[in-house]
């Protein structure tokens, strides 16, 4: 059974950089899509973006100059980094797989809190 | 970006009833629309994707239609594990964008 673990601190100080890892088991993450995505406590759904095992990836225009996603193949792991980080970053963060066209987020990750404060 | 809109944003319902929740995108998505459910504290779950297929495991009281702007996802007959939020999402262009959830509640 495919699996998805975030991992990472769940407490970033302002203007650093939010660090998450997802660890894939049970399915080979060259197959594959893979997503971030957020929730802030209350709140709706946000997509993050997503990345193809090659190393392309497609960011939301909101985010795009502070996000970076990233694969290590041999880990079977993707990456997220947020850079210049605030309090309105704090939020559940999940990990998905999925996201091309025409694609659903068909496994979640159970999520990691991460929260912005001083 | 894709304006996703659903309707009503929460409702009371009962065991058993019959339930229609609606979600409207701002321009033409084809089929491109999948549906998930989110219970408290967890992750959202993948209910239907490509607006009418179920997903494996998900009991065939959910169900999903529309094409174009405007899809339905339709419970037949409302279980105490179905008070939930719901939520739609587009998969037709980028940003990939939800709508801002349907809470359901019990009368």
């Known amino acids: 059974q495919v699996q998805l673990q975030e991992s990472g601190p769940g407490l970033v100080k302002p203007s650093e950089t939010l660090s998450l890892t997802c660890t894939v088991s049970?399915?080979?993450?060259?197959?594959?899509?893979w997503s971030w995505i957020r929730q802030p406590p209350g709140k709706g759904l946000e997509w993050i973006g997503y990345?193809?095992?090659?190393?392309?990836?497609s960011y939301n225009p909101s985010l795009k100059s502070r996000v970076t996603i990233f694969v290590d193949t041999s880990k079977s792991q993707f990456s997220l980094n947020l850079s210049s980080v605030t309090a309105a970053d704090t939020a559940v963060y999940y990990c998905?797989?999925?996201?091309?066209?025409?694609?659903?987020?068909?496994?979640w990750g159970q999520g990691a809190m991460v929260t912005v404060s001083s | 970006d894709i304006q996703m809109t659903q309707s009503p944003s929460s409702l009371s319902a009962s065991v058993g009833d019959r339930l229609t929740i609606t979600c409207r995108a701002s321009?033409?998505?084809?089929?491109?629309l999948n549906w998930y459910q989110q219970k408290p504290g967890k992750a959202p779950n993948l209910l239907i994707y490509l607006a009418t297929t179920l997903q494996s495991g998900v009991p065939s009281r959910f169900s999903g239609s529309g094409s174009g702007t405007d899809f339905t996802l339709t419970i037949s007959s409302l279980q105490p594990e179905d008070f939930a939020t719901y939520y739609c999402?587009?998969?037709?262009?980028?940003?990939?964008?939800f709508g801002q959830g349907t809470k359901v509640e019990i009368k």
């Open positions: 321009e033409n998505i084809n089929s491109y």
């Open positions: 998905t797989r999925g996201g091309v066209t025409g694609d659903a987020f068909d496994i």
């Open positions: 990345i193809y095992y090659s190393g392309s990836t």
């Open positions: 999402q587009q998969s037709y262009s980028t940003p990939r964008t």
């Open positions: 049970a399915a080979s993450i060259s197959s594959y899509y």
